[in-house]
């Protein structure tokens, strides 16, 4: 018969009262049926397969145990798996545990919706995606979904796909074949031997005062009064831009539309497939630097298509060494050692950040020009070298390129970057490095160069 649960029970002495509760697993074991000592010895056959009486009333047995134990409370079943395991073996322990551990190796990503699994794989980083497209099948078809990747892709500034070339292996999805793409350039910036640039000559021994890299083109401007309109793909000069009666110190270059300035105190719009010079601005009273600072220490906001200066912006204390504009604001660095933001609608001086005392010291001289983007800082130098670092850390990488004549009078004046390309403006103070450009090229082998920007 099935017996049921047994009620705790009290004893009581002279001094004091002592509550007992029955030992779990007998509980357990005392909650089935009642086992008979002798079973007959008589067999049961049923088809070609014997069973004995005694292992049907065993599993019977059994049986009543799990609806009895399905029946309690939660802190019950605990406490009967916890005498249950007590009770056991080492190699019993072992059995339970090879037949639980499968149990929670379940492929969880594969039982949920499609659009589920691609919201838990898209908070994995791509070295992590990569592990677990070699899972199996299905997650290597969620691991290259093309979405997917393309979220990759914006977190690291890509939003437009390019043609691949032909060197990178086929990838299902395009998004992911541009982040591959862009993780060997990355390794070759901080690896690749830097042999045999592209060498352009030109300026003859005047020093490169200006440096502009848009698109394949490349923007040079000097203090022999000239421009010169590059080829990036071939090293030849398409073109050179002369009207200008002093040394060109600054410039910008968008698509056709070039703009220079000089120490003639004007700026000129030139077009840059035909070299005609469009528009002559005026109006400062010393050298002029693009986009329009001056040695006079002020800052010109000017309409390109009308040829008159907007306003004038008055703040710096020293003449203006640098100037960049972003369409929203205006930033500008003097060598009063400031640097202000302003508003060019207004005139308005927003900020003035201060802080330097003197020219930046890692190198061994002063340091000449600097490209920054989210991954590097290049750098260059009149000690005659370009350096490499890394723009979360500070920490300095390599030298990209070290002349020769660096110790003796070779200077790199300029340095324009792509995410591909490093163009160096090079020179020297006293003869001893003729004046040219080299062109270096980090992208992987066999890329399309008329395709790379």
Known sequence: MIHSRKPVYTVEDASRKEVYKPDFMQKLLNSGIQEKKDFPKGKLYKGDQMVTLQSLLVAFKMLILVYRFQAWSNAEKIQAIDALIGRCAASHVRHMMKAIEPLFQRDFISLLPKELALTVLGYLQPKDLLRAAQTCRYWRFLADDNLLWKEQCRRIGITTLKKMPRSLPRCVS??????????????????????????MRGHDDHVITCLQFYGNRILSGSDDTTLKVWSAITGKCLRTLVGHSGGVWSSQMVGDLVISGSTDRTLRVWNAKTGHCQKVLAGHTSTVRVVSGSRDATLRVWSIPEGRCLRVLVGHLAAVRCVQYDGKVVVSG?????????????????????????????????????????????????????????VRTGEFIRNLVELSSGGSGGVVWRIRASATKLICAVGSRN?????????????VPGACRKCDE
């Open 174 to 199: 395009p998004w992911k074949a541009a982040y591959m793409r862009q993780y060997l350039i990355e390794n070759n910036w901080l690896h690749k031997p830097v042999n045999n640039p592209i060498m």
């Open 334 to 390: 003097a060598y009063d050692y400031f640097v202000k933001v302003w508003n060019p609608d207004t005139g308005e001086c927003l900020h003035t950040l201060a802080g330097h005392t003197n020219r930046p010291n890692k190198h061994q001289s002063a340091v000449t020009c600097l490209q920054s983007s989210n991954r590097f800082v290049i750098t260059s130098s009149d000690d005659g070298t370009v350096k490499l670092w890394d």
């Open 431 to 443: 003869g001893t490095e003729e004046t040219k450009l080299l062109v270096l090229d980090f992208d």
